[in-house]
T-cell receptor, first 112, second 114 residues
């Protein structure tokens, strides 16, 4: 079945550094979604991507929909302590309604 | 402009009891999804409902689990005769449907089975 692989699994960075993470699949996706989850909370939608090659920003966050439609990237610039959390990529499974498949997550830690 | 609401936030049940989890979607959203998250893992799809209809329950265990989204009131995820392995965070998400795949999540219900 379809699977999403995220890397890295975890990152430890200094405040102010830029962060890059990615999500890959063996199957094509028509939509990529990036979520952030804080401890004890539900995932919050950060960015939605709908078109191959699309680059979309939300404040210090930028996400790209890979040209092959099998990958997506999320970048965070000038990280701050509140960026700490787990970042998930997700995509709808083809021809199965709107149900989403999620990656395993990238856990981000930021040292002040 | 309320988001997705879930209650209770925390639920403790003894083995063999029933657990009822409620979800009210965002205003204007008619599509509801339930996901389960085990510790240190991503979210796994359970069931997709529209008002009075189960559209896809392929992620639901065949026994003890059921879901509904009645014409009036919240969506309910029911787990009968809970076992320790049911301990997890259960999240509900809603979507406006149509061509949008964007799903908005509630804060989750953390179920602990003792």
């Amino acid at each position: 079945g379809q699977q999403l692989n995220q890397s890295p699994q975890s990152m430890f960075i200094q405040e102010g550094e830029d962060v890059s993470m990615n999500c890959t699949s063996s199957s094509i996706f028509n939509t990529w979604l990036w979520y952030k989850q804080d401890p004890g909370e539900g995932p919050v939608l950060l960015i939605a991507l709908y078109k191959a090659g699309e680059l979309t920003s939300n404040g210090r966050l930028t996400a790209q929909f890979g040209i092959t439609r099998k990958d997506s990237f999320l970048n965070i610039s000038a990280s701050i302590p509140s960026d700490v959390g787990i970042y998930f990529c997700a995509g709808p499974i083809y021809n199965q309604g709107g149900k989403l498949i999620f990656g395993q997550g990238t856990e981000l830690s930021v040292k002040p | 402009n309320a988001g997705v609401m879930q209650n209770p936030r925390h639920l403790v049940r003894r083995r063999g009891q029933e657990a009822r989890l409620r979800c009210s979607p965002m205003k204007g959203h008619s599509h509801v999804y339930w996901y389960r998250q085990l510790p240190e893992e991503g979210l796994k799809f359970m069931v997709y409902l529209q008002k009075e209809n189960i559209i896809d329950e392929s992620g639901m265990p065949k026994e003890r689990f059921s879901a509904e989204f009645p014409k009036e009131g919240p969506s309910i995820l029911r787990i009968q005769q809970v076992v320790r392995g049911d301990s997890a965070a259960y999240f509900c998400a809603s979507s406006p449907g149509g061509f949008s795949y964007e799903q908005y999540f509630g804060p989750g219900t953390r179920l602990t089975v003792t």
